[in-house]
Nanobody
Framework: QVQLVESGGGLVQAGGSLRLSCAASGRTFSSNDMGWFRQAPGKEREFVAAISWSSGNTRYADSVKGRFTISRDNAKNTVYLQMNSLKPEDTAVYYC???????????????????WGQGTQVTVSS
């Protein structure tokens, strides 16, 4: 089992920045690919970013490419999502997720992920 706890969400004006953190505990964290997903009211959950443990490769949704950066610190069992130039359409609950295993290119489909955090709210005002 892997337990994931997100933090860092909040209210920010458009153009601002936030950094989300996801602290992992339980089984070995460093051998899991990690991802961030989000779900806005009335919409389906969507992929945001992912990072591979084995290769270090990252993947991003087109909507956040160039604005968001995913990173991980295996020593701290933590993955981060730095969000810059935030837009009102980034408003959502953001979820951290872990998949058992690691691939050269981390998965982007939520069905591939085995463990999920409880989510943290991000609200961007215009």
């Amino acid at each position: 089992q892997v337990q994931l706890v997100e933090s860092g969400g909040g209210l920010v004006q458009a153009g601002g920045s936030l950094r989300l953190s996801c602290a992992a505990s339980g089984r070995t964290f460093s051998s899991n690919d990690m991802g961030w997903f989000r779900q806005a009211p009335g919409k389906e959950r969507e992929f945001v970013a992912a990072i591979s443990w084995s290769s270090g490769n990252t993947r991003y949704a087109d909507s956040v490419k160039g604005r968001f950066t995913i990173s991980r610190d295996n020593a701290k069992n933590t993955v981060y999502l730095q969000m810059n130039s935030l837009k009102p359409e980034d408003t959502a609950v953001y979820y951290c997720a872990a998949v058992v295993g690691s691939w050269f290119s981390p998965p982007t489909s939520d069905v591939r992920y085995d463990y999920w955090g409880q989510g943290t709210q991000v609200t961007v005002s215009s």
